[in-house]
């Protein structure tokens, strides 16, 4: 790769780097295996780099190799659980609403299939509109859209079974008081 190369491949990771963390950090749950994932892709995009014609694409670009390896590890992740007697609890680390409306989103997009999850990640989080999606995820306009429906499904079902079950023992202790 030719000097020129080098210093704006530099450059960019110098001015996109936070960014492109928070889209890594978007498809991971894990702050470490985000930082791994942006590593990852951006060693992968060096090496083609030259080949990148249009470099106002590179975000776009980088994305879909963020993608593409997290839904490898995804794919050779090993499943093993380990069978325990007592969940633990869960973890806030800050204690506002905020946080903990992020940390519930982020957990609830845990049941959805990494192309539902890409999706989902690009459409909203990202703000790319349907047809920058498709082009980022080497789908059609209409693949997105339906795609994009049944994972915003997926996760109301998920949300409302959840409030379900926050709300059983509440229910149950009225039925006590009342009897």
């Not at 001015?15 to 492109?20: K, S």
């Not at 470490?32 to 776009?60: G, M, S």
Request: charged share 35%; aromatic share 4%; glycine share 2%.
């Amino acid at each position: 790769m030719a000097q020129n190369e080098v210093l704006e491949f530099e450059e960019y990771v110098r001015t996109r780097q936070d960014a492109l963390l928070r889209s890594a950090r978007r498809l991971v749950p894990d702050p470490v295996d985000a930082q791994d994932l942006l590593q990852t892709a951006l060693v992968r995009t060096y090496r083609r780099w030259e080949l990148i014609a249009d470099k106002r694409l590179a975000d776009a670009y980088l994305r879909r190799v963020m993608i593409n390896t997290r839904t490898e590890w995804w794919r050779s992740r090993k499943l093993q659980e380990v069978p325990t007697e007592e969940l633990p609890e869960p973890a806030i680390t800050d204690g506002t609403e905020q946080h903990a409306d992020r940390a519930l989103l982020m957990d609830v997009l845990k049941v959805l299939a990494p192309k539902q999850r890409s999706v989902v990640v690009l459409r909203h989080w990202e703000q790319m509109s349907t047809e920058e999606t498709a082009a980022a995820l080497g789908m059609s306009a209409g693949t997105v859209k339906s795609t994009l429906h049944r994972a915003l499904a997926r996760l109301r079902q998920e949300l409302e079974s959840r409030e379900l079950e926050s709300r059983a023992p509440e229910r149950e202790e009225q039925e006590r008081c009342a009897a």
